[in-house]
């Protein structure tokens, strides 16, 4: 079947790149607008190379079609900011793929599409995932690439930081009355089967860095990620540890009332959803050093669409949808400058909170280090 | 009737021998090419993975993760839970078979019948496990009523473990055998039974003697079915335990890891151990058959 509707989509693909080429030529092209080829596009390191915005927009539009991967819609308000692109795009269609992979299956997909229509344009990935892919990827430099932290960004615009959350404790505060003000208040017996995280540490880094965040609460450090190890194991052995996977639909009916993930899936599955959310999720990030984990932004290499792609990361660095991405509780890479600059949603910032100003991450060996230690002692602590 | 007689016994059907085949080869072109494409390439290519590293060189160090704890001890619980809820699911679907035998096979019943197990052999996945997080989970309807009548907190929803997911795989095993054994019950003639009157036996000698034997390669074949069904399930299973404890899940988190980088390819390994489980699995049923075959023409 899906060969079949691969052999559709690349018939349709050329039939379209017959159609646009023709319509290509019958356009009168500004002055400054440069037309690429599609080898030209994909090594496009600046929107200087399309001969600035309209060339940048005329060209997607040619191309028509955008793949994204990995982005689910409760996901730091990635369901808005689709649509969002949409609005402003028409021409460009944006095709959505796999919206509950992992950074691996990007990479697994960029790999296995490579030189198809379908193969992903972009990416929204984890770093440990990433600095091992390296040689995917395409530089390139948003418009507004002084307003990244140059320690947020690759000096050549390999990859660029886009957002952060927080590790965050959800809870149902109707279950929950009296909250949660420290880690180990999930130890208590009113949590019996309660509390839950996104997957397998082993597997999903959201995951890990639900244990790394239980560390730093029990006295372990960004180095030492064993006394995190050990408070799930705790959990478990006082009956409160809860192996489902939660999702969007287990905290909306009360099948997963606590949940450790990133604060923008919390905030993005509680009132903010509207109908689909839980009207009293609460989310609390622990006092104490935080935890953050941002997301990079790169460009395949490989792009079937480049020019979409890279029209793409331009409208994630307006600071419009870097608003949109801090509505969800995820703090955008370019905060810092748009606090500056006046152009950050001030109603937002506060009511979301500023972005703590001490929070860690892990660097990749200290991520290697903590998935050794997790591969060894994970599945005998919670077994 | 030669061709009958050549053959080694009544109830096998008399091979086309000959020129036939030389024609007859074309219509299995279909299928073979199919299979070949989708079944073995595929199988192929996932088994080969595992004896390469990332980078393409020839290693054997994936076959290392069969040395660790939680890697056996997943295999044993995969391996128990498709014996499980095969054998259950067969017991459970021959004997709604035999309950069913007696009616019109076009009637009421066996119609209505028929329908749901087709709907249901094949509903799994997430929206499985949804179902039965609704019904059976801690703030699902069975867990509410116990709740209610013994206090708060009594209830603890088994379906987190794996023993938990006995009776959700049962919920599609169940309705599959009826599906693939059904056939095979409605070939016992009546005129077995009425020989086996006539001569003098009871009805318990004519399940032993003629019934169990003429439908037991059938039964274990619809087992077996069964058991690969289970062994190679995969989506409910990561939506109600997310944390192992089946093979299946291993591969998943083998292959799609965001925090163990370079070892990817060792999902292969693991696919090939799956094959061979099968391959042990196939072999001793055809020797079983083998044997029923002896038994049915003793």
Redesign the interface.
Known sequence: MK?RYLAGAAVLAAAALALTACAGTATPASNNTKTLTLAQAQKATSIADFGGMDGLVAAANKEGHLNVITLPPSWANYGQIIQGFQKKYPGIKINSENPD?????EV?AAKAQKGQSTAPDVFDI?T??MD?NLDLLAPYKVGSWKDIPDNFKDADGTWYYDYTGLMSVGYDSKKFPNGVKKLDDLLGSEF??AV??????????E??SAVTMAALQSGGSVDNIQPGIDFFQKLKQA?NF????P?Q??VA???TPVVIQWSFNNVGWGPAAGSAGNPNWKTVVLPGTGLGSYYNQAINKDAPNPAAARLWEEYLYTPAVQNLYLAAGAYPSQLAAMKKNGTVDKSVLAKVGDAPSDFVQLDSDQ??K???L??AKW??A?? | MTSLAQSRGAGVTPRRRGARIGVGWIGVVPFGVYALLFLAIPAVLAVASGFFTQNGTFTLANFDTFADPTTQKDIIGSIGLSAVTAIAGAIAGAIICYALLPMRADGLVRTVVDAASSVFAQFGGVMLAFAFIATMGNTGLLGLIINGLFGDNTYTSPLYTVPGLVPVYLFFQIPLMVLTFMPAMEALKPAWGEAVATLGGTRLTYWWRVGIPVLAPAFFGCAILLFANSFSSFATAAALISQGGLISLDIFRASTSETVIGHANEAGSLALAMVVVMIVLMTAYGALQRRAAKWANR
Do not use: F, R, Y
């Open positions: 060969t992979g992992s950074s691996a299956d697994a984890g440990a995932v091992q019996k089967n839950a995280i996104k997957g397998d540490p082993t597997q999903a880094n995951a890990l009956g809860l192996g489902t996977l999702k639909a287990t009916s009360g099948e991520a290697a903590a998935s050794t997790l591969t599945a005998a919670i077994g």
